[in-house]
């Protein structure tokens, strides 16, 4: 019984460590928090590219 409740309580461990939640995709809310993540020259094909971060409108946010 106790050999189990380990191998159970061993299952739900393994499984809550690999089943993280998936990542919302969504546009930054600025290039100051894209930049801060690292990212800048954004395709307008990437789900963090929103046209608020393309001041010359040419599908590229956040240009270095």
Do not use: F, W
């Not at 409740?5 to 928090?33: D, H, M, Q, R």
């Not at 800048?40 to 971060?53: A, W």
């Amino acid at each position: 019984m106790v050999r189990v409740l380990s191998a159970s309580a061993l299952a739900i461990g393994v499984l809550g460590v690999t089943a993280a939640p998936a990542a919302v995709a969504a546009p930054y809310k600025n290039c100051s928090e894209a930049r801060a993540n690292g990212d800048t020259d954004i395709p307008s094909s990437s789900d963090k590219y929103g046209s608020h971060l393309d001041r010359d409108g040419d599908g590229i946010g956040c240009e270095s």
